[in-house]
């Protein structure tokens, strides 16, 4: 090439917009951008470059980016953050659950030691964040089989446990522990001392409703950064006494640090009444997430903004419902410390969701059902910077 060819081949580069590099990979425009963890919520851009987030403000031209999406009408969030599903099932597959706006996901307590391997693979190749809570019982969840710990203790395998954590510690964030009779007969309190052993530094979620202990004894055993799911099933040692009031050891352990979670999930988790009440009580849930398995895909839980479609209902207020799975979700786990929010510099996860507006009916664990006017729906997925199709 001459001289003379190579500055008109420059200078035609120059003058062709279509060949300027872009200055953002994607802008997301004219959304409510709703990011709680930052007390953000105004009609605002998002802008994203190398796969993290580079702006959020107003005025961000959407032909300063390669790709755009219009967001108007809609509501922008950090990538919502699920720390309580289950992925073991081949028919639940991770890019479903990516759809539905979930961007960071959290298997709690599918596989035990000896099958975790399984569920690493699943991690591995899902296109969104997945993490692990380890089953203290060495071979997880036993669903529709006989309890993990109703024959002996054994299955609870700290040795193993502590193995595997070491061995997976990019992926294992913690433990899982069912407390409940139908797991954990009468062994609840020894199920969860094995539990705390094997966690060490790592939190611990345990599964409450119908325990043999009294929740009081369950919750004294717990440390800062522990979570206990399922805080409103309405089973025998909940959250509340006998006349519906919730426990003072129950705000003391929220005082001191111990985490309350959701959990939908299908069966005994839940009820109107005693989400409805808490709520009323001042005790809100730290964290709302679906424990969602395959056949909850399609029955009482759907999917996550579904489940936060419930509390809209019961009158929560929209930025607390989205800090739930956002940026309080994000802050259970250290790993996972760096997402649910839309701060820039983070990783470009988002989730676009519309609030739709109609005549919505719900359900809890009962069959209870309520009508709400709201529904949260995600219209578009952002993992990574990359639009999901
Ligand atoms: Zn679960």
Redesign the pocket.
């Known amino acids: 090439m001459n001289r003379r060819h190579f500055f008109t081949t420059a200078a035609a580069f120059a003058c062709a917009p279509q060949l300027r590099a872009a200055e953002h990979d994607l802008v997301i425009h004219g959304g409510r951008v709703i990011d709680p963890g930052r007390k953000i919520d105004a009609l605002l851009d998002v802008a994203v470059r190398g796969g993290r987030i580079a702006a959020v403000r107003a005025g961000i031209s959407a032909s300063s980016a390669a790709q755009a999406i219009d967001a108007r009408g809609q509501i922008v969030v950090p990538g919502l953050v699920d720390i309580?599903l289950?992925a073991r099932d081949a028919q639940l597959a991770p890019p479903e659950i990516l759809s539905t706006g979930v961007t960071t996901m959290v298997d709690?307590?599918s596989r035990g030691a000896d099958n975790v391997d399984q569920l690493i693979d699943i991690a591995r190749n899902a296109p969104n964040r997945m993490r692990i809570l380890l089953n203290i019982a060495r071979l997880g969840n036993n669903p529709g089989g006989r309890g993990e710990f109703l024959d002996s203790l054994e299955p609870a395998d700290v040795a193993k446990a502590r193995a595997a954590i070491q061995k997976h510690r990019q992926w294992i964030v913690g433990i899982k522990a069912r407390l409940s009779r139908g797991v954990s007969a009468e062994r609840d309190l020894d199920v969860l001392r094995r539990a705390v052993q094997a966690a060490g530094p790592l939190p611990i979620m345990i599964?409450i409703g119908d325990t043999n202990s009294p929740l009081p004894q369950v919750l004294a055993l717990l440390r800062k950064g522990d979570i206990v799911?399922h805080m409103y099933a309405p089973t025998q040692h909940g959250i509340m006494d006998a006349n519906g009031q919730v426990l003072p050891e129950v705000r003391l352990a929220r005082r001191r640090g111990v985490r309350f979670d959701f959990?939908n999930?299908l069966n005994e988790h839940w009820s109107w009444e005693v989400a409805e009440s808490g709520l009323k009580q001042g005790f809100p849930p730290d964290t709302i997430t679906s424990?969602l398995v395959y056949q909850a895909g399609a029955d009482q839980v759907f999917d996550l903004p579904t489940v936060l479609s419930k509390f809209l209902q019961m009158g929560m207020p929209l930025s607390q419902v989205l800090a739930c799975a956002t940026s309080s979700a994000a802050a259970t786990f250290r790993d996972l410390s760096s997402y649910g929010s839309l701060r820039p510099g983070a990783p470009a996860d988002i989730s676009v969701l519309e609030l739709t507006q109609g005549n919505f009916e719900f359900v809890d664990n009962y069959k209870g059902k309520r009508l709400g006017t709201q529904k949260l729906v995600a219209r578009a997925v952002v993992a990574g910077g990359k639009r999901v199709a």
Request: glycine share 34%.
């Open positions: 309580h289950h709690a307590g599964h799911t959990g999930g424990d």
